[in-house]
């Protein structure tokens, strides 16, 4: 499972440096630019990139949860018309 845990990190991590790499291109910011970011915005960008890895770590958890849930589907039972007789008779 740990071996799952560091793939889908991985990925995670890949997925995020591709989004900032793209919002950095559409932006027209280079390497020069990137050098020049405040301190503010470092920190805003860090607590952004550690807010999605949450929200990534909370959803694969999710997902993990509902896989491992066991579906229980309720079987239409076949009543036969006595049974419904003597129940319509036990609810009187």
């Known amino acids: 499972m740990s071996n ?3 793939n889908l990190q991985e990925i995670s991590s890949t ?4 989004f900032v790499q793209d919002v950095f291109n559409k932006n027209n910011i280079t390497e020069e630019k990137k ?3 405040s301190d503010d915005q470092k920190a805003q960008l860090r607590k952004v990139v550690e807010d999605l890895q949450a929200q990534v770590d909370e959803f694969v958890k999710g997902s993990k ?3 491992e849930e066991p579906v229980e589907e309720d079987a239409p039972k076949n009543t036969t018309l006595r049974d419904m ?3 319509k008779k036990e609810d009187k």
């Open 15 to 18: 997925m995020m440096q591709l």
């Open 85 to 87: 007789i003597k129940k």
């Open 35 to 37: 050098n020049k970011l």
């Open 65 to 67: 949860q509902k896989q």
């Open 4 to 6: 799952e845990k560091l």
